[in-house]
């Protein structure tokens, strides 16, 4: 039985250097976030339809909206959670095994998704009553 929990996620502040010209903000693998980065992708002009609705087995990741904003409900078949990311240095640390829904997108939104893994479609859950089936293992 898989034993993550909503609880395990958390929205961390990412390191932030700020002078006179700005802001640069810096996420190292393995440590600022506890994994080694083997993907990025992100989601931009998005439409008002949702994204996500799906779980993955084993991938870590971090979440950040680099522009605008956006909801991430986080669901381990028990508890939900729902996490609104809208800086560039907060990003949303998701652990295995969870749900994920993604929606109210603001307009220009931009979500940067820091992965542990390669992309690998048998870590995808994308039916709900799978899901669920999967966590009571
Ligand atoms: P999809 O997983 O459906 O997006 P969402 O995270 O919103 O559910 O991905 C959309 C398409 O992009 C799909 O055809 C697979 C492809 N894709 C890759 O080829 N590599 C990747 O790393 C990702 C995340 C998606």
Redesign the pocket.
């Given at each position: 039985m898989l034993r993550t929990t909503v609880n395990d996620c958390k929205i961390i502040d990412i390191r932030k250097y700020t002078d006179n010209r700005g802001y640069l903000s810096v996420i190292e693998g393995g440590i600022d976030i506890p994994f080694e980065i083997k993907?990025i992708?992100y989601?931009y002009m998005v439409p008002e339809a949702a994204?996500?609705?799906?779980a993955h087995k084993h991938l870590q990741q971090l979440l950040v909206a680099t522009s605008g904003s956006v909801d991430i409900t986080l669901d381990d078949g028990t508890n939900k959670k729902t996490f609104h990311l809208d800086r560039p240095w907060k990003g949303l640390l998701v652990v295995p095994g969870l749900w994920r829904d993604?929606d109210n997108f603001s307009g220009g939104t931009v979500l940067l998704?820091l992965?542990s893994e390669?992309?690998e479609?048998n870590d995808?859950i994308?039916d709900y009553d799978k899901f669920i089936k999967y966590r009571k293992g």
């Open positions: 993907r992708y989601l994204r996500g609705a799906h993604l998704c992965a390669h992309y479609t995808y994308r």
